[in-house]
């Protein structure tokens, strides 16, 4: 089964840096790939699907990136309430592996 | 409005069963696939089953296989999962979400509040 490794598992940053999470993919699973927000106690929420694709509602400083193996979650600019814990997830093929997850903090 | 409400979850001993359900409006339900996700406490995500739109194909994660069973009633617009030799390990808060598109391999774009299971003796 391919797994899925997020990194970093935390980070904290100041308020208008610009963040990058990576995810890596242990067979490439071409654009596949789906990046997920969680803020503290609430419920996960699709952010970009296909890599790339920014879903609906979605603030347009969040970006994706990257095809195969390699991917990347940029924040352009880092605001309070993007404290939270984001996924990556693959969904070409079962079992749709989650990442681990990478914990934003605000400095 | 899409909607997902999960219902079922107890404290329940290890080795014993539970049936979660997930009920479902503000889309056609049996258009599109539906899947069950797991977070135990203070932990991330973790994928458990899928099944495809007809209730035909169903995927399970390794940890689950053989012991958590996934189905679907289209006529009431519901998912289930049934779950037996429940160890403590399957403690967590179990999520219904749907793909977001009615055909392919699609990402999850609603997902449900959640229903608590606790394995514990």
């Known amino acids: 089964d391919i797994q899925m490794t997020q990194s970093p598992s935390s980070l904290s940053a100041s308020v208008g840096d610009r963040v990058t999470i990576t995810c890596r993919a242990s067979q490439g699973i071409s654009n596949y790939l789906a990046w997920y927000q969680q803020k503290p106690g609430k419920v996960p929420k699709l952010l970009i699907y296909?890599?790339?694709t920014l879903q609906s509602g979605v603030p347009s400083r969040f970006s994706g990136s990257g095809s195969g193996t390699d991917f990347t979650l940029t924040i352009s600019s880092l605001q309070p309430e993007d404290v939270a814990t984001y996924y990556c997830q693959k969904y070409n093929s079962a079992p749709r592996a989650f990442g681990q997850g990478t914990k934003v903090e605000i400095k | 409005e899409v909607q997902l409400v999960e219902s079922g979850g107890v404290v329940v001993q290890p080795g014993g069963s539970l049936r979660l359900s997930c009920a479902a409006s503000?889309?056609?339900?049996?258009?599109?696939?539906m899947h069950w996700v797991r977070q135990a406490p203070g932990k991330g995500l973790e994928w458990v089953s899928l099944?495809?739109?007809?209730?035909?194909?169903?995927y399970y994660a390794d940890s689950v296989k053989g012991r958590f069973t996934i189905s679907r009633d289209n006529s009431k617009n519901s998912l289930y999962l049934q779950m037996n030799s429940l160890r403590t390990e399957d403690t967590a808060l179990y999520y219904c979400?749907?793909?977001?598109?009615?055909?392919?391999?699609?990402?999850?774009?609603?997902w449900g509040q959640g229903s608590l299971v606790t394995v514990s003796s």
């Open positions: 296909a890599a790339s």
């Open positions: 979400a749907k793909d977001k598109h009615s055909s392919g391999w699609n990402p999850l774009d609603y």
């Open positions: 503000g889309f056609t339900f049996d258009d599109y696939s």
């Open positions: 099944i495809s739109w007809d209730g035909v194909t169903p």
